[in-house]
């Protein structure tokens, strides 16, 4: 397996000395899956929200909806609403279990992880060309050590990662289509989002946009 680890890079800028330390157990697979691959997912998502439809959520407290449409493949999916944020057994607007987690996922995680239980949780994201998604770091997970996996398919992202504070510095990537992403160890406690997506930058999505599937073990019962 070979791809972007730990280790620092120097910004280019020469009025900035600050240099990024990628957080440990950060790591980047460019091209994990291959274009075959990619088809191959992009077949299941179609097929998962077919009966789990992708739908517009909204923000605790002030109800203002996200910029992303959701979905999830997985018994537990992670839903937020003027409620509060959650994992939920249900999807929130057909009120039917989701779909479950496609075996190539589950043989993605078992490659690029050594957690012992497969995730309950395997959250689609649909960005279209106006998405983004702000700095945040996951938290509503009680197996909070356990990493996070995750896949883009369709039009490059602007991916930034920081550190545990939202302050800290940040490094800005480019994931493209069939890309992975694993936020363990330190990296899993720092702040994340995506700035912008490049329109027409992938053909894998006819329509253009980009999902991203973002694996996660919940622990209900740790
Ligand atoms: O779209 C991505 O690459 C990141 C998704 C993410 O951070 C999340 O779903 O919490």
Redo the contacts with the bound molecule.
């Keep these: 397996m070979t791809g972007i680890g730990t280790g620092s890079i120097h910004s280019h800028n020469p009025f900035m000395r600050s240099e990024f330390q990628f957080p440990s157990g950060f790591l980047l697979l460019p091209e994990y899956f291959s274009r075959q691959a990619q088809e191959n997912l992009l077949h299941l998502v179609r097929k998962a929200v077919q009966s789990a439809p992708l739908y517009r959520p909204v923000m605790p407290r002030t109800g203002k909806p996200l910029s ?1 449409r959701m979905s999830n493949f997985g018994p537990l999916g ?1 839903i937020t609403s003027k409620e509060g944020y959650r994992y939920g057994l249900h999807h929130p607007v057909t009120n039917k279990p989701w779909p479950p987690l496609p075996a190539c996922l589950a043989a993605l995680w078992q490659d690029v992880t050594n957690w012992p239980d497969l995730p309950e949780a395997c ?1 689609i ?1 649909y ?1 279209d060309e106006k998405a983004r ?1 702000g700095l ?1 770091v ?1 938290a509503d997970e009680n197996a909070a050590k356990a990493p ?1 996996v ?1 896949v ?1 398919l369709g039009d490059q ?1 602007l ?1 930034r990662l920081g550190g545990p504070r939202r302050n800290d510095p940040t490094r800005s990537l480019r ?1 493209s289509s069939g890309d992975v ?1 694993v936020l363990g160890g330190a990296a899993r406690h720092c702040y ?3 700035d912008r997506i490049y329109p027409n930058t992938s053909t894998l999505l006819p329509k253009g946009g ?1 999902i ?1 599937l ?1 694996m996660r073990v919940v622990g209900r019962n740790t």
């Design positions: 992303v992670w959250l994201n960005y998604l945040h996951d996070i995750s883009s992202a991916f994931l992403v994340h989002g995506v980009r991203n973002t």
